[in-house]
């Protein structure tokens, strides 16, 4: 498949990674926030408690990832482009982002309604770049043709030259057949 065809592939992997980042940041966040206790499970009934996690995780989810969209995009592109595939620069990048997140939602709340928010945003964070790292950053810049394959054929193209053509003549005798436009016919 040509380049852009796996370029195509790439961003639709990196969406569906982003995706399932979002949805692990949240579900970190809902359980370390305290929005979720795990003494609810036995108190609760189980339709109740599973609506509540079902409604709690896809909210904070989405407002995880609207939040930090740009600065992942940011990221996930430098992180492509420089063909970084190390979990530790993913989980930190999460980590930032997220503590970055936090960090603009307590700016704009008018309540402080967990403990520290800003380490359970950091810390679902890199909750969330660790599974996208899991699920496509390890395979970060595959997209882009390597350093090795590119040196490799500089060397084959300086140490295999073509060989000389050698002009061919036709049953006219009129020399090769690039002159006249017309091909020999083939050897039997």
């Not at 063909?83 to 930032?96: A, C, H, N, P, S």
């Not at 800003?118 to 599974?131: H, R």
């Not at 996208?132 to 040196?151: A, D, Q």
Request: hydrophobic share 45%.
């Amino acid at each position: 498949m040509g380049s852009i065809g796996d370029l195509l592939i790439r961003f639709i992997a990196i969406g569906f990674g982003y995706l399932l980042a979002c949805l692990g940041a949240g579900i970190a966040y809902v359980f370390l926030s305290g929005l979720i206790r795990p003494e609810d499970f036995g108190r609760v009934p189980g339709t109740e408690i599973t609506f509540t996690l079902i409604v709690g995780v896809i909210g904070v989810s989405s407002v995880f990832g609207r939040a930090a969209l740009l600065p992942a995009l940011l990221a996930i592109g430098v992180l492509e482009v420089t063909r970084r595939r190390d979990w530790l620069y993913f989980g930190i990048g999460g980590m930032v982002i997220g503590a970055a997140t936090g960090a603009v939602a307590m700016t704009s709340s008018a309540g402080d309604a967990i403990a520290w928010p800003l380490a359970v945003a950091a810390v679902a964070g890199a909750v969330g770049g660790s599974l996208y790292w899991l699920i496509t950053g390890r395979s970060s810049g595959s997209w882009l043709p390597s350093e090795r394959r590119r040196r490799a054929e500089e060397w084959l193209a300086r140490h295999n030259p073509k060989p000389p053509e050698t002009p061919t003549t036709g049953a006219s005798g009129q020399g090769s057949s690039e002159k006249t436009g017309i091909e020999p016919p083939p050897l039997k």
